[in-house]
Each structure stands twice: as structure tokens, then as C-alpha cells.
């Protein structure tokens, strides 16, 4: 069932341009770029957009807030544990997404269950069809990621990605040409990163750091957080992701030598601030690898540069993840960790 793979996680990563052409797929019409999302035809959102999810999911959708919020759509993000609908507003005009791979998440069922009585509409945008989100929701968005065994979430969190950057051009109505195309060109993106990365050296050079630390700033902060969540799980090693502008509010306190630091500087997420964050970080003599579109403008600050093929500048994120994904587990792999069933972990999280 791995296909030669040894394990599932890393099947999973490797399948990540499958399934994004099946998430695309029959959704942007030729050759006009209209985007259509079944189930969403009526929908025309008045007022604010919350997200409610949990751990991966939550990522994703700090991703599809930032898209959503830059075409001028008022939004607002939840860890779906701390969402109560008494405690901000909700009402007839708020559209509340859950975003959940499984549609089983309790936190996140919860968090849906009172939006829907406080009278918001709610979209579920998931994975599993007939799902307890699918069901519960007015709307449905699934991502079609196919199904996914590792308990990290990979090709899920990908295919989440791609279903908000489709969700936002479906409110939106007229998509950036340029967006578009970069939309249709990922899959092979996402493959060139694949079989060009060195992700593997990265881990090898870092195995025994005693912690890693994550900055990302605009659309690469999700993507810090995610890279951390991933890290952590699969290797049991301590990792933070940061907003880069955050670091000197105290984490930079844990920074050392010994505490390898992954800097995502990709065009159009204000790179120039974040190498500013870089140079805090090297000052206390921690090594700095870079995940970067932009290798000439920024190579020269690092210790390593992990490169990812240039495209929109809001789909970068998802290319620099696939590099921190392998990373994780590269180390996870050398520390002979269970990868694919982490120690504590569940798939599926059904109690609250
Ligand atoms: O099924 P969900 O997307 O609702 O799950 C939410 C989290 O439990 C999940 O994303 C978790 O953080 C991942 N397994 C981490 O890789």
C-alpha cells in the first residue's frame, strides 16, 4: 500500500501534485478563469468570514484569511477550541468555514454546531464526504485530497491551500490572470521541488540541534507555524514557528548556536524585514537556512538555501512548505521515529 515508499508520510508528500490537479480539476473554466466551487454557487457572503479549525487545518486557514482579507473580504481566524459564538459576533450575515480534513475534529464540530445556532451560515470545507462537518454544514467544499494514512498532515494540507486560494477567487468573481496561471502551473511546481530538493542535507547537517525555529512574515507566516507543528510531531523535538517581526518580543531569547533557524524569504511576503530578522538570529550565532524563490538576492545570508521555483507571490507559501515538510522528515527519519503514527497522536481528535 506504500508503493515502495517506507513510509505513508512520505508517500503522501510525494502524491502532492495528484492532489492538486484533482483539487483544480473542472473548477477554473477555460478560457474565461471563472471559478466555480459546487455547492458555493449561492453563496454571496455579507459580512464577516470566520474560520474555526484546529492544528494543520488551522494553518491553512490562517493562509485563507490573508487571501480572502487582501481582496478586501473582512475575516477573522479561530483556533476552533477557543471559538464560542457568544464570545464574538455572529449573526445571520457572518459565513463561519470549518475547515477540517477529517470532518470529525470534536473542537471543530463544536465551534460549527454553535455557529450554525447562533444563525451563521456555515460552509465545511474538508476531505471526507459524509462526514460529520459535511453534514452538519449549509454548504460543502470538499478538498479532494484523497485519502491520506499518515497522521501529518501533508497532501491534506496542500490541497486545503489550494481549495482556499479557489474559495477566494470564487467570492472574488475576477481572479488575477496571473494567479490563475500560477494556480495551473503548481502541480509541476510542487513536483520540480520535489526532485530537486536537498532538503535531506538540511536535516542531516541539523539532526542533533535542540531546537528548530521557524519565521515566516504576510503569507509565509502560516507556513512557519505549519513547518514548526511538523516538526514537532514527527521528531519529538522542540520547534517554534514565529511571525518574523515577533522574535525580538522574546523568542529570540532561546536562540543559539545550537538552534538552526529556517527563514522564509520569498518575494512578496517583505523579504528585506525579514533578512533584518535574519541578521538578529546569526548575530547569536544560530545557522540560518533559506527557503527562498529569490536564491541570488538572499543566498548570501544563509548557511543553506533550500530553493523553490518562482511563481505568484501568493502561492509561494505552498511551494516553500513542501520543503519544510521534507526536512521533517528527513530528521524524523535519522532519529527513527514513527512516522507515520506519531507517540500521543491521533488522526482523527473526537474528544474535545
Ligand atoms: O481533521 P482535521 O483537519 O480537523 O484535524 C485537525 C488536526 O487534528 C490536524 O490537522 C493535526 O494537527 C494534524 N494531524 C497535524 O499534522
Not at 19 to 25: D, E, F, G, S
Not at 71 to 91: C, K, N, R
Not at 102 to 116: I, K, V
Not at 179 to 188: A, K, T, Y
Request: proline content about 5%; some cysteine; hydrophobic content about 40%.
Amino acid at each position: 500500500a506504500k508503493s515502495g515508499y517506507d513510509h505513508y508520510m512520505k508517500k503522501e508528500i510525494h502524491e502532492q501534485p495528484r492532489a492538486i490537479r484533482q483539487c483544480l480539476r473542472g473548477r477554473i473554466a477555460e478560457p474565461d478563469g471563472g471559478i466555480t466551487l459546487e455547492g458555493l454557487a449561492d453563496l454571496e457572503p455579507e459580512g464577516m468570514v470566520q474560520f474555526v479549525a484546529c492544528g494543520t487545518s488551522s494553518n491553512a486557514a490562517r493562509y485563507g484569511a490573508r487571501l480572502l482579507r487582501e481582496h478586501g473580504i473582512p475575516t477573522q481566524t479561530f483556533l476552533a477550541s477557543e471559538y464560542t459564538a457568544d464570545a464574538v459576533p455572529v449573526d445571520e450575515e457572518t459565513l463561519v468555514v470549518g475547515v477540517t480534513q477529517s470532518g470529525e475534529t470534536a473542537d471543530t464540530m463544536r465551534a460549527l454546531r454553535e455557529a450554525n445556532g447562533a444563525g451563521a451560515t456555515t460552509l465545511a470545507l474538508t476531505n471526507t464526504v459524509g462526514s460529520s462537518a459535511a453534514r452538519e454544514c449549509d454548504h460543502v467544499c470538499y478538498i479532494r485530497a484523497g485519502p491520506e494514512i499518515g497522521v501529518a498532515a501533508t497532501k491534506t494540507f496542500v490541497s486545503q491551500q489550494v481549495a482556499l486560494a479557489l474559495f477566494t477567487g470564487a467570492l472574488v468573481g475576477d481572479s488575477d490572470p496571473a494567479f490563475l496561471e500560477g494556480l495551473r502551473e503548481l502541480p509541476e511546481l510542487v513536483q520540480t521541488v520535489l526532485d530537486s530538493s536537498r532538503a535531506r542535507e538540511v536535516a542531516d547537517a541539523y539532526v542533533d540541534a535542540d531546537a528548530y525555529f521557524f519565521i515566516g512574515r504576510e503569507y509565509t507566516a502560516p507556513v512557519a507555524f505549519e513547518g514548526a507543528l511538523k516538526m514537532k510531531e514527527i521528531t519529538y523535538k522542540h520547534a517554534e514557528g514565529f511571525a518574523a517581526g515577533e522574535l525580538k518580543h522574546g523568542p529570540l531569547a532561546l536562540v543559539t548556536e545550537n538552534t538552526p533557524v529556517f527563514a522564509l524569504l520569498t518575494a512578496g511576503s517583505r523579504l528585506e524585514k525579514t533578512l533584518g530578522n535574519v541578521k538578529e538570529v546569526q548575530t547569536r550565532g544560530a545557522p540560518v537556512i533559506a527557503v527562498t524563490d529569490v536564491p541570488e538576492e538572499v543566498g548570501r545570508y544563509a548557511d543553506h538555501v533550500l530553493e523553490i521555483p518562482s511563481t505568484h507571490p501568493q502561492l509561494t507559501p505552498i511551494l516553500a512548505n513542501v520543503q519544510l515538510q521534507l526536512v521533517s522528515y528527513w530528521v524524523a527519519n535519522r532519529l527513527g521515529r514513527s512516522i507515520d503514527k506519531p507517540r500521543n497522536l491521533a488522526k482523527s481528535v473526537t474528544v474535545e
